[in-house]
Antibody
């Protein structure tokens, strides 16, 4: 059974940094692209970033480009999101999710999320 | 970026009703569309992908259709566990945008 467990969220001041982690189990982590999706309190889903199986290719939402960096450690089956220059509008529950397959495929497994609060 | 617009944003229905949610894309995305269900306090779950392919384990009362720019999610005979928020997501290009969501509530 696929398990995705996010951690690293918390309260941070505007302009600060956080690194989120997502530990994966139950599947061959290195065979799948991985994604971060966030959800501000009471709001809808916002796609944040994706990383290819080998980590060589990444894409970002315009709202986080240049501030967030997605990465992965395949031997550790762990996905990361380094978040710098945080803003109040980055406050959200951050989910990691596994892509079903490479290409035009959806997110078929999601973690339970880790909450990031950006406030002074 | 491709914009997805769902309608309605809110829907009130009764157990046993059939409901349809529409998702319109700002440009053609072939059949590269997925639907997710999210219940309060829970992570989203995949229902349908490639516009009409039912994810394993999802009840057959859920169905999807469409291509190009207009897509629909239909739930035939609503069950109590179907009251949730539904999101579409385009899988054609990056960023992989979501619709704003449709909340289905009990009448």
């Amino acid at each position: 059974e696929v398990h995705l467990v996010e951690s690293g969220g918390g309260l941070v001041q505007p302009g600060g940094s956080l690194r989120l982690s997502c530990e994966a189990s139950g599947f061959t982590f290195s065979s799948y692209s991985m994604t971060w999706v966030r959800q501000a309190p009471g709001k809808g889903l916002e796609w944040v970033s994706v990383i290819a199986r080998d980590g060589a290719t990444t894409y970002y939402a315009e709202s986080v480009k240049g501030r967030f960096t997605i990465s992965r450690d395949n031997p550790k089956s762990t996905l990361y999101l380094q978040m710098n220059s945080l803003r109040a509008e980055d406050t959200a529950l951050y989910y990691c999710a596994k892509k079903m397959n490479s290409g035009t495929f959806p997110l078929d497994n999601w973690g339970q999320g880790t909450l990031v609060t950006v406030s002074s | 970026d491709i914009q997805l617009t769902q309608s309605p944003s809110f829907l009130s229905a009764s157990v046993g009703d059939s409901v349809t949610i529409t998702c319109r894309a700002s440009q053609a995305i072939s059949s590269y569309l997925a639907w997710y269900q999210q219940k309060p306090g829970k992570a989203p779950e995949l229902l349908i992908y490639s516009a009409s392919t039912l994810q394993s384990g999802v009840p057959s009362r859920f169905s999807g259709s469409g291509s190009g720019t207009e897509f629909t999610l239909t739930i035939s005979s609503l069950q109590p566990e179907d009251f949730a928020t539904y999101y579409c997501q385009q899988l054609n290009t990056y960023p992989r945008t979501f619709g704003q969501g449709t909340k289905v509530e009990i009448k």
